[in-house]
């Protein structure tokens, strides 16, 4: 999709404030809010936009420790790779799954209440599931920034 200055404008608002009104939209941009109305319909239809989320602290429900964890399979066929991706992305602990290049093949990022919560975690997905030869775990000491934002130019 060709993104334009006013589509920038729009997406950077909706990404600080995902409940901005129409109408501070259409004040940011000088547009109708008619006008606003089908470009953020546009871009929700197109996929730009792939959803609207609550970003809640972890901490503040419990969830008072995050992993960062790197995955080696043992093989790589299509139907692996996808199973574990199913396996990972289904576990609600799981914030965030990638499949990677370099010496891991995915990295997670895992919450937990503690380290007996990320012990079953471990062996829920990892133990529990032949088709990993290795896992390795980083304790975050402290969140620094976390985000889905994505930086969009506005020219």
Do not use: W
Not at 85 to 95: F, G, L, N, P, Y
Not at 113 to 141: G, I, K, P
Request: negative net charge; hydrophobic residues 40%; proline residues 1%.
């Amino acid at each position: 999709m060709n993104i334009t200055s006013t589509d920038a404008i729009l997406l950077n608002a909706l990404q600080e404030n995902a409940r901005i009104g129409l109408e501070s939209l259409a004040e940011l941009t000088g547009l109708s809010t008619a006008t606003i109305q089908r470009r953020v319909k546009r871009m929700k239809d197109n996929g730009t936009i792939s959803q609207e989320v609550v970003l809640i602290d972890p901490a503040s429900v419990g969830q008072t420790m995050t992993f960062i964890v790197m995955v080696e399979l043992e093989r790589e066929r299509l139907s692996q790779i996808e199973e574990f991706t199913r396996r990972a992305t289904s576990e609600a602990q799981v914030q965030q799954c990638y499949y990677i290049t370099g010496e891991a093949d995915f990295c997670l990022v895992c919450t937990a209440q503690n380290m007996d919560d990320y012990e079953a975690l471990t062996h829920r997905l990892f133990f529990e599931n032949t088709n990993v030869r290795r896992f390795r775990t980083s304790v975050v000491m402290s969140r620094k920034k976390a985000g889905m934002t994505v930086a969009i130019a506005t020219d």
